[in-house]
């Protein structure tokens, strides 16, 4: 069973950066097209980003676009959502997934999914 963590949430003030990062526990990334998503309050959840299995396929959501990288590291266990320029909109849980029904794309809908983390709460606020 892939289990992933999510980290490097916290509360930042408009206009700031975070780097969230999306870890598996016992098994490598690779063989997974990540899925980034949010939730706040109140509102459905909402796709962020995702980065097909090679990394050669990425999307972003119009919400964030131009603020937002998504990106795997060397050691395929990783893949990190860097988030600038942050607004109070963005204040929600974040959450990565992992899909394993693409060979290499991905797509911003959640029930494409099979695997997600706890979640990391990411406030923007002054």
């Known amino acids: 069973q892939l289990q992933l963590d999510e980290s490097g949430g916290g509360l930042v003030q408009p206009g700031g950066s975070l780097r969230l990062s999306c870890a598996a526990s016992?098994?490598?990334?690779?063989?997974?097209?990540i899925g980034w998503f949010r939730q706040a309050p109140g509102k459905k959840r909402e796709g962020v980003s995702c980065?097909?299995?090679?990394?050669?396929?990425?999307y972003y959501a119009a919400s964030v676009n131009g603020r937002v990288d998504i990106s795997r590291d060397a050691t395929k266990t990783t893949v990190y959502l860097q988030i600038d320029s942050l607004e109070p909109e963005d204040t929600a849980v974040y959450y990565c997934?992992?899909?394993?029904?693409?060979?290499?794309?991905?797509?911003?809908?959640?029930?494409?999914?099979?695997?997600w983390g706890q979640g990391t709460q990411v406030t923007v606020s002054s």
């Open positions: 997934a992992a899909s394993t029904h693409f060979d290499d794309t991905c797509v911003l809908g959640a029930d494409w999914y099979d695997y």
């Open positions: 016992t098994y490598s990334l690779e063989e997974y097209a």
């Open positions: 980065v097909s299995r090679t990394g050669s396929v990425t």
